[in-house]
């Protein structure tokens, strides 16, 4: 099957600083990448749908100067958390589309935040 | 927007069949899909249904009937390690990027 990896897995940081997330298609082709965000016992909450060569389409609720969105090519795309706080300490987790294959979407393993 | 609605929570024996429901409600309804996410993992896909019917895959079948706007998830023969958190999703046509949305998951817990 298609494989989605995310890097880095863990990220531990202090409060202020930013923290980019990779999310590659090692496999396929993805134009379009979804970036999500899982706090503990929560389900999935969609946070913005990342377009290769195009803006993102942020969720409503989602401040998309804080979550910066790259989709620099159709097997990459990156989410910046700027000035990161406590509060954005969560499980990010990002999934593509196989354009040529079956209709699903295929998760990277997560990147999991934690801010101090 | 959709919503759908999975329990949250749900107990099972090893070795049993269990059942666990979805309804959603959506206006351009374009496939439902279940995942499987074990505590602290990316969640794995399961199945997809966009037509009526049952869609069996080994020990896990997913049914759909858009007309109720409802699916199941049937897992047979559990198995300790089908402990897990399942997630019914909906894609609706009217989601840009074929985007879906997420049910807030059922937690499983085989017991032996």
Known sequence: GAVVSQHPSWVICKSGTSVKIECRSLDFQATTMFWYRQFPKQSLMLMATSNEGSKATYEQGVEKDKFLINHASLTLSTLTVTSAHPEDSSFYICSARDLEGPETQYFGPGTRLLVL | ?112
Not at chain 2, 61 to 77: A, C, D, H, I, T
Request: aromatic share 12%; with cysteine; charged share 20%.
């Open chain 2, 1 to 112: 927007g959709q919503n759908i609605d999975q329990p949250t929570e749900m107990t099972a024996t090893e070795g049993a069949i269990v059942q666990i429901n979805c309804t959603y409600q959506t206006s351009g309804f374009n496939g439902l899909f279940w995942y499987q996410q074990h505590a602290g993992e990316a969640p794995t896909f399961l199945s997809y249904n966009v037509l009526d019917g049952l869609e069996e895959k080994g020990r896990f079948s997913s049914f759909l009937s858009r007309s109720k706007g409802y699916s199941y998830l049937l897992l047979k023969e559990l198995q300790m390690k089908d402990s897990a958190s399942y997630l019914c999703a909906v894609r609706d046509r009217g989601n840009a990027g074929n985007m879906l949305t997420f049910g807030g998951g059922t937690r499983l817990m085989v017991k032996p």
